[in-house]
Each structure stands twice: as structure tokens, then as C-alpha cells.
């Protein structure tokens, strides 16, 4: 995007345009702070655990997403407890450009699924963190926190474990754990960001549920050309496959 508004600067009529709106300067600090982009690919390692929408945001070194042993902001608590990415979308449609530099939000990963989300970073946002919720949990998420993206030559891998948001009890009960279609109330925990002991099955939720907390998803990072994006995506589903049941329960 960034060249593309340099080369553009350099035809005359546009370049006048371009310095009556303001938007040479603009162009100026693009090129100073050159965007990059890359393929974030995430791989739902457990068999029975739907991953909830995954956001995505790159940012600088004064933000934080989260990080074990805080308490986990409102945002992310909405996530972990429900699944929902909104309160974290609104925040990034504020401060794209300041806190954030880009945020991307991917649909549910199903258990064995893979999503495919591309995202740009600047060398003043040139760190990745993403968050979303493992569905059949109280307030079980996983994600990554603060990866220079900006920096890599290559594709990295990381290997990703289940996180405890610590604002609900894992109560695995009916009416508190929302993939059991009985409601979503609130156990409150008052805790923090731990690691995820796995679902014990000993009340509601079912035993299948359980994972490995130690590896729940595998993200490959990879810088990309910027034509990457026009590359087809992979097949999401197998076309020989019934379409979800639309009367299963929200996952959250
Ligand atoms: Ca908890």
C-alpha cells in the first residue's frame, strides 16, 4: 500500500492533489516507515475445542495485548468468556495509527481447521499479538503476545498453549458454560492470566472437550510479497462435507 501511494505522488497533477489534502506528508512518513506484510496461518491443534474468531493486531512497544500473570483487560475478557472480538475490533477502529498499526479478524477455526489472515507491519508496529477463545470453555483462551514480525526474514512457527483468562471460575457447569446452550452467566474468578489445566469433565461439559493446555494451535508467521494476497486461499471445507448444523448452540 505504501509504495503504491509514493509511486502515485510522483505524477505532477496527483502530486498537487496529493499536497493540497496534506497527504504528501503522509506519503513521506509511509516511506520512512515502510509496511511489510505477512501470512499469519493458524492451525487448531485440538479435537475438540472450536477456536472462537481470532483477532489479530500488530502494534509498538508501548502496547500490550496481555501477558501471563496480569489481569486480563475487559477486551480480552470478552473474548475468553465469550468469544467475542468486538470490544477489541472497536478499540483497533480508534487507534489504528497510534496504539495499533493494523488488526485483522479471522472466522471460527474448527477443531483440525486452519485460517489464513494477512496483516501489515512498520517499523514503529512492527510487533503481532492475536487472541481468541477456546469456545468450550469457561474463560479458556490462547494466542501470542508481542512477536517482531517487522524483523523476520523467514516464517516462524509457534507452538501455542491454552491459556486461563482468570475472570471466570471453570465451573464446566450448564448455564455458565456457554457451548452447553444454556446460557453464559458469569462465575466470577478474580484471578489472572494462567495456564489453561484443560476441561476435567466432571460436571457438564464432556470429557471430549479436554485438550493438551501445553499445545492447542500452531501459527506460522511468514513475511510475504505484496501480491501474496492475490494467491487462492485454501479450501476451508471439504465440498463433500455437510454444512454445519445451524441449530448447534453458539459456541460461546
Ligand atoms: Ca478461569
Known amino acids: 500500500m505504501s509504495r503504491r501511494i509514493v509511486a502515485l505522488a510522483s505524477s505532477t497533477s496527483l502530486a498537487v492533489a496529493l499536497a493540497a489534502s496534506g497527504l504528501t ?3 513521506q512518513d509511509m516511506a520512512m516507515d515502510q509496511a511489510r506484510l505477512v501470512k499469519i496461518t493458524i492451525e487448531n491443534l485440538t479435537t475438540g475445542q472450536n477456536f472462537s474468531p481470532s483477532f489479530i493486531v500488530s502494534h509498538g512497544a508501548a502496547t500490550r495485548l496481555w501477558a501471563l500473570g496480569e489481569t486480563a483487560s475487559d477486551p480480552l475478557v470478552a473474548v475468553a468468556e465469550g468469544g467475542n472480538v468486538g470490544p477489541f475490533s472497536g478499540e483497533a477502529a480508534g487507534t489504528i495509527g497510534s496504539a495499533f498499526g493494523d488488526a485483522v479478524i479471522a472466522v471460527h477455526t474448527p477443531p483440525g481447521g486452519t485460517r489464513t489472515v494477512y496483516v501489515t507491519v512498520t517499523e514503529s508496529h512492527p510487533l503481532l499479538s492475536g487472541v481468541w477463545m477456546l469456545g468450550m470453555t469457561n474463560d479458556g483462551f490462547s494466542g501470542f503476545a508481542g512477536v517482531d514480525a517487522y524483523a523476520l526474514t523467514g516464517a516462524v512457527t509457534l507452538d501455542l498453549m491454552g ?7 471453570n465451573n464446566e457447569r ?11 452467566e458469569r462465575d466470577p474468578e478474580g484471578g489472572v492470566i494462567a495456564v489453561h489445566t484443560g476441561v476435567r469433565g466432571d460436571a457438564d461439559a464432556p470429557a471430549e472437550w479436554n485438550f493438551d493446555p501445553q499445545l492447542v494451535a500452531r501459527v ?11 494467491e487462492p486461499a485454501e479450501p476451508m471445507l471439504d465440498p463433500d462435507e455437510p454444512a454445519m448444523d445451524a441449530d448447534e448452540p453458539a459456541m460461546n
Do not use: K
Request: charged share 10%; proline share 3%; no cysteine.
Open 174 to 184: 450448564s448455564g455458565f458454560l456457554g457451548a452447553l446452550g444454556a446460557g453464559n
Open 163 to 169: 491459556y486461563d483468562a482468570g475472570s471466570e471460575v
Open 25 to 27: 506528508a503522509f506519503a
Open 220 to 230: 506460522t508467521i511468514t513475511p510475504v510479497a505484496w501480491d501474496a494476497m492475490m
